[in-house]
């Protein structure tokens, strides 16, 4: 039989704890992102359809970025147990200096579109973060402003698109360097723009127009809108003009006949490390550990060129075991939490780049959505590698990961969109 009595106010009072409310609209929409998925969620909120579309999506029927989030999905760590975990440590050395944590930032093109703080926010949070930032040719914030934003301790890299117009492109690897750039990836996946299926059915062109759809589409998205039209015009930092759809762009502008050869040229022409980012086969990182590359990024750029493409995260091994004592081996496409990354060191990554986790952060608060989205992924680290019975990035091992085989359908890379499947 149960006493019952009724409630004293000394009793009650533990637990009526109230959190003090988080008055900054931005603060508490963050602060509710627990991960990059929710960040993704957002993001999707707050930015108009074609930008959003840009950002998220890859070319044609996205298969190759389905696959890539799915093989991070299809793994099992297997941890060690009773080790003293108190203290973690998730910083190494990449390309001859240290990082805090093994991810830095990709280069991704038009990043004022998809928030207009763009690539200053992203340089500043990476700083703080004590990790590298990459700048696209394509962006949309000028070399030295980037560097400015990084600040003195920050460290700032170049990604190169070689242009039909070398001495164009040249001229910018020289600004870079200049500027105090370390590193120049050269990205070598676009010989011609992938087939971005959404942003031809939303009629996106850079700079984004007025039409009736889009402005029906900005009434739920007042904030975007009001920063887009009272911040400094959106215009890429390292063209003069452009305009028109995003693959007429490249197909006009890129160099498609760049060869092994060239790199050696690029080689001669840049003081710093050189990095080969796209390299998609065990062949080709053979071919690049002969020509003296410091690191490579095996990527297949997030799904966004050739669909079908191989998965990076699969040729990771074997491409470590033919190359890993030659270079570094760095890897994107498809992470979306800080245990994909930790996986990735696992079976011999030294480096990992974010591209699309890094810019839901950005549209989902601007420099502090970055921090979230940094910060979201290094809490994931350490807590993974502390499940795995690990203190630093040297004693994750190929034991602590295993793919399992796939038997079922692959899911979609992200929640189905009408929009897309019209
Ligand atoms: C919106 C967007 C723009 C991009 N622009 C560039 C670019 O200008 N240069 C480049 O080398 N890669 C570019 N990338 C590819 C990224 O550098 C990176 O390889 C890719 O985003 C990694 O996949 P993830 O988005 O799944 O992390 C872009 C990616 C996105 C999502």
Known sequence: MVTRQLPRARDLRP?????????????????TALTIEDLRVIARRRTPRAAFDYTEGAAEQEISLARARQAFQDIEFHPAILRDVSRVGTGWEVLGQRVALPFGIAPTGFTRMMQTEGESAGAAAAAAAGIPFCLSTMGTTSIEAVRAAAGPAGRTWFQLYMWKERERSMALVDRAAAAGYDTLLV??????????????RNGFTIPPQLTART???AIPRPAWWVNFLTTEPLTFASLSSSSGTVAELIDTMF????TYEDLGWIRDQWPGKLVVKGVQSVDDACRLARAGVDAIVLSNHGGRQLDRAPVPFHLLPQVVAEVGSDLEVHLDTGI???????????????????????????????????????????????????LLGVCSLEEL??????????????ARSTTPDPHVLR
């Open 15 to 31: 637990l009526l704890q109230f959190k003090k409310p988080i008055l900054d609209p931005t603060e508490r929409r963050l602060a």
């Open 187 to 200: 990205t070598v996946d676009v010989p011609v723009a992938g087939a971005r299926l959404r942003d031809r």
């Open 215 to 217: 402005v029906l589409d």
């Open 255 to 258: 160099d498609p006949t760049v």
């Open 336 to 386: 979306m939490s800080g245990a994909d990354i930790v996986a990735a060191v696992a079976l011999g990554a030294r480096f990992t780049l974010i591209g699309r986790a890094y810019l839901y952060g950005l549209m989902a608060g601007g420099r502090r959505g970055v921090d979230r989205t940094i910060e979201i992924l290094r809490t994931d680290i350490e807590r993974t590698m502390r």
């Open 397 to 410: 091992r190929p034991a602590h990961v295993t793919q399992l085989q796939r038997l079922g359908p692959i």
